[in-house]
């Protein structure tokens, strides 16, 4: 009986149609997480990057019962403490706590299957991790829908963002944006995730935590907003500027504009047909003639009633994403651009990922709708949307000036 089942298990990668054998993910092991059987340890390598998500929900939970194992004394004039003063940190940015209480959600509207536990029940089905929707007129029209109003809430965020306010005053501006439109801010309780938005300045990649940090003229600060609405989810995200100094930073310029361009290059891509892994050679071509390198751990991702679901959409070169796009597929295409190393680190919160070198990094993103002759860009800017490509600065050089 045992032979026969385990014959029948099929692999958990996210690109892969194969049976499992008997490779087994070792921390789902130690966290009791069920059927979690990889095909080879390739296969196993190649998703570790998507499949670590399922780990979240549980060590979140588990770290949520436990201190840390040392938190700085509040300073007594502001309260504000930094919970990891030992760990040790890649760039100079530090997160201030405390948090802010996690905001309420009204019952009225319509919450995700996660919005209690902070599990996504539904993803962790063999269908939620394998299956690639086709949405029909009707899913298609929901999809259309609950990106416009994220699109609109990016915006009320971005047009918020300046030297002097805090990403907890950023996150508290989506939440409302959000409960205006009749929607659920997806990020909020999705693995524990403790806030309605992700906040990412400088060296964060991706998945920052708002909290009490003041924004700094010279930062440059990526807001990832996604909604839940009539069932459906709409992710985008963009790197802003804050203030007239990171405007003038030619680093921070060539990445931010790195990460603009390169995300344009790879939905110039998207159509029936295009294989998953092209997009990537798009993206890094931009990115090296940048002189920046691609953050290779994450990637896009399916998304429609799911959250995150299949296809996986790496952003690099030369990668082996198995599949291609098919006319009613929602997809995200959300490259992380970094000036230095493309390796991460995350911090004890188990969220906040970041560069090893400490160098700064930017991302966009949009959802895409792959339509019968190519691709519909479902959280397109407006016009009146705030940041958009700047040039890059002039710089003075041995009494000279020139573009840097």
């Given at each position: 009986m045992a032979a026969e089942a385990a014959a029948k298990r099929k692999c958990s990668g996210a690109d892969c149609d194969n049976d499992a054998g008997s490779l087994q993910c070792p921390t789902c092991l130690k966290?009791?997480?069920?059927?979690?059987?990889?095909?080879?340890?390739?296969?196993?390598?190649?998703?570790?990057?998507?499949?670590?998500?399922?780990?979240?929900?549980?060590?979140?939970?588990?770290?949520?019962?436990?201190?840390?194992?040392?938190?700085?004394?509040?300073?007594?004039?502001?309260?504000?403490?930094?919970?990891?003063?030992?760990?040790?940190?890649?760039?100079?940015?530090?997160?201030?706590?405390?948090?802010?209480?996690?905001?309420?959600?009204?019952?009225a509207i319509?919450?995700?299957?996660?919005?209690?536990?902070?599990?996504?029940?539904?993803?962790?089905?063999?269908?939620?991790?394998?299956?690639?929707?086709?949405?029909?007129?009707?899913?298609?029209?929901?999809?259309?829908?609950?990106?416009?109003?994220?699109?609109?809430v990016l915006d009320i965020a971005a047009a918020a963002v300046r030297p002097g306010v805090t990403t907890d005053y950023i996150d508290e501006i989506v939440h409302k944006a959000c409960l205006e439109r009749d929607s659920y801010p997806s990020p909020l309780n999705y693995g524990h995730f403790p806030k309605s938005v992700c906040t990412s300045p400088n060296e964060v990649i991706c998945h920052g935590i708002p909290d009490k940090r003041v924004l700094l003229d010279g930062d440059i600060l990526n807001i990832d907003v996604t909604l839940y609405h009539g069932g459906y989810h709409g992710d985008l995200n963009e790197t802003y500027y804050v203030g007239e100094k990171a405007k003038a930073d030619p680093d921070s310029v060539r990445v931010v504009e790195a990460a603009r361009e390169?995300?344009?290059?790879?939905?110039?891509?998207?159509?029936?047909?295009?294989?998953?892994?092209?997009?990537?050679?798009?993206?890094?071509?931009?990115?090296?003639?940048?002189?920046?390198?691609?953050?290779?751990?994450?990637?896009?991702?399916?998304?429609?009633?799911?959250?995150?679901?299949s296809p996986n959409i790496p952003h690099y070169a030369k990668n082996?994403?198995?599949?291609?796009?098919?006319?009613?597929?929602?997809?995200?295409?959300?490259?992380?651009?970094?000036?230095?190393?493309h390796r991460d680190k995350t911090w004890p919160d188990d969220w906040t990922s970041v560069t090893q070198d400490g160098k700064r990094t930017a991302q966009f993103e949009h959802t895409l709708l792959v339509t019968a002759d190519g691709v519909e860009i479902l959280t397109a800017r407006f016009p009146d949307s705030p940041g958009g490509p700047i040039p890059m600065p002039i710089v003075e050089t041995n009494g000279e000036t020139k573009v840097a």
């Amino acid at each position: 009986m045992a032979a026969e089942a385990a014959a029948k298990r099929k692999c958990s990668g996210a690109d892969c149609d194969n049976d499992a054998g008997s490779l087994q993910c070792p921390t789902c092991l130690k966290l009791d997480i069920k059927d979690s059987f990889f095909c080879s340890q390739d296969c196993f390598k190649r998703n570790w990057g998507t499949h670590k998500a399922l780990h979240k929900s549980q060590s979140n939970f588990l770290s949520n019962l436990l201190p840390p194992n040392a938190v700085s004394k509040p300073d007594p004039d502001t309260g504000l403490y930094d919970p990891f003063p030992t760990f040790p940190y890649t760039g100079s940015l530090r997160p201030v706590y405390p948090l802010s209480e996690r905001r309420e959600v009204p019952k009225a509207i319509t919450h995700p299957d996660y919005w209690k536990d902070g599990i996504p029940h539904s993803e962790r089905t063999f269908g939620g991790r394998n299956k690639i929707d086709i949405l029909d007129k009707a899913g298609q029209d929901a999809m259309r829908k609950v990106c416009r109003l994220a699109r609109e809430v990016l915006d009320i965020a971005a047009a918020a963002v300046r030297p002097g306010v805090t990403t907890d005053y950023i996150d508290e501006i989506v939440h409302k944006a959000c409960l205006e439109r009749d929607s659920y801010p997806s990020p909020l309780n999705y693995g524990h995730f403790p806030k309605s938005v992700c906040t990412s300045p400088n060296e964060v990649i991706c998945h920052g935590i708002p909290d009490k940090r003041v924004l700094l003229d010279g930062d440059i600060l990526n807001i990832d907003v996604t909604l839940y609405h009539g069932g459906y989810h709409g992710d985008l995200n963009e790197t802003y500027y804050v203030g007239e100094k990171a405007k003038a930073d030619p680093d921070s310029v060539r990445v931010v504009e790195a990460a603009r361009e390169s995300l344009a290059a790879a939905i110039t891509l998207v159509k029936p047909g295009a294989l998953f892994r092209d997009y990537g050679n798009a993206i890094e071509k931009v990115a090296k003639s940048k002189n920046c390198s691609v953050i290779k751990t994450y990637c896009g991702h399916g998304i429609n009633t799911l959250f995150h679901c299949s296809p996986n959409i790496p952003h690099y070169a030369k990668n082996k994403a198995v599949g291609a796009a098919k006319e009613g597929m929602c997809f995200t295409i959300e490259p992380m651009i970094a000036l230095g190393t493309h390796r991460d680190k995350t911090w004890p919160d188990d969220w906040t990922s970041v560069t090893q070198d400490g160098k700064r990094t930017a991302q966009f993103e949009h959802t895409l709708l792959v339509t019968a002759d190519g691709v519909e860009i479902l959280t397109a800017r407006f016009p009146d949307s705030p940041g958009g490509p700047i040039p890059m600065p002039i710089v003075e050089t041995n009494g000279e000036t020139k573009v840097a």
